[in-house]
């Protein structure tokens, strides 16, 4: 396969007709619709985006994590809301919305497959929450605090690193037995439907972990040695 990388002067339709994934990176960046004919780089000053970052993050997704420079220079603060907005998209409408798939494709029962399909589901959303709370509250306030140039000495981006841990098997055994077990009475149609949603669920779970490890974690990297520098600096005035 061809990889193929977009520059600011590409239209930023042409993004989405390559690659409809990108319709969440666009909306995790707070860039609207309606962007005519604009180019990525006129499109992204109109919504107040870094260019630059936008497209780091839409290269690193469309190129499958290949070949990605990881010493470029990416806006922190806009790397930032792209990935707060992707935990407001996984824990308020993607995991929600499959959930209520799951209950109408099934006849609910505490006896048989289906309470067991809803209980993996549940465990696995409370995982998924509570990993994302522990970025919310602790990883992501760390470097806000970097970025306001605050000395924070108890943490370091690499014990976040070292801990990033993807809670993906309750998932799998989820969709194992949806695959295996599927309820004789269950609307197969809606049942289905919810299991591509979770499948793909896992895939944009999958991209969101690689882009905090490996856009996110060497900008913070950079950001640490740089505020070291400047301690040692004052330090030796």
Do not use: W
């Not at 936008?54 to 470029?72: E, M, P, Q, R």
């Not at 995982?127 to 000395?151: I, K, Q």
């Amino acid at each position: 396969m061809i990889e193929r990388k977009y520059h600011p002067t590409d239209k930023m339709v042409s993004l989405i007709a390559d690659n409809y994934q990108l319709i969440q990176v666009l909306s995790r960046f707070g860039i609207p619709m309606g962007f005519s004919d604009k180019t990525v780089a006129e499109v992204c000053q109109d919504s107040g985006v870094d260019c630059d970052s936008f497209l780091a993050v839409v290269n690193f997704i469309v190129n499958g994590y290949n070949n990605f420079d990881s010493s470029a220079e990416i806006s922190v603060q806009a790397l930032l809301q792209f990935l707060r907005q992707s935990h407001v998209y996984f824990l308020e409408y993607c995991l929600p919305a499959i959930r209520r798939k799951l209950l109408d494709s099934i006849q609910l029962r505490t006896s048989d497959v289906s309470f067991l399909i809803l209980k993996l589901f549940d465990e696995y959303v409370k995982e998924v929450t509570t990993h994302m709370n522990y970025e919310d509250e602790t990883v992501f306030a760390y470097v806000s605090a970097l970025l306001s140039g605050e000395s924070v000495e108890n943490y370091k981006i690499t014990t976040y690193s070292d801990h990033h841990d993807q809670v993906g098997s309750k998932l799998k055994e989820l969709k194992s037995i949806i695959i295996k077990y599927c309820p004789t009475d269950a609307n197969i149609n809606l049942l289905n439907a919810a299991l591509y949603d979770i499948y793909r669920c896992e895939e944009e779970l999958e991209s969101h972990c690689h882009v905090e490890d490996c856009l996110l974690v060497p900008a913070i990297m950079r950001l640490e040695k740089r505020e070291k520098e400047r301690l040692i600096t004052e330090h030796d005035r």
